[in-house]
């Protein structure tokens, strides 16, 4: 009776490690900084990335995330270099266009950023949920054929 309840219970918890293959990833972060946990421990957007290369859609969308992040830092940086010589020159003249020129452009990598965001939220849920598995897609073909003892329809799916 020890040995069947032994066995039983050695079945179940296998079941149970069996179904949790593939740790679990989430993000936490805001339109300056991006932090990765899988299972509550921190890991760079790189191990993130390198996790999800067996799945190729959540690896291209995390890629794109990647590129979107990139651009919107370089024009944010564009924006702050834009408005940092007002600081040491106050005069009028040089002060507002290029404030008016740093502002808009800060202005247009918020949203940039914001969508690096959602690239980067997608392409975690869709790992987490695994739907990358059941994409084949059948097309069924259906082709006339001719023999000797007559004609039929022939179906590939």
Known sequence: MKNLLLILFLAISQVGICQNDVPLIEREGNLVSNRYFIL???VSE?????MMKPFEVSHKRMKSSRRWAFTSSIVAGFGVGAFMPTFFDPTPEVTLPLLITGVSLIAIAVPLKKLANRKAD???ELYNSRKLLGEKRYKPEFNLT???SG???NMIF
Do not use: S
């Open 146 to 148: 001719f023999a000797p």
């Open 40 to 42: 509550g421990q921190e």
């Open 122 to 124: 997608e392409a975690i």
């Open 46 to 50: 790189r191990q993130v990335l390198r």
């Open 151 to 153: 004609i039929g329809l």
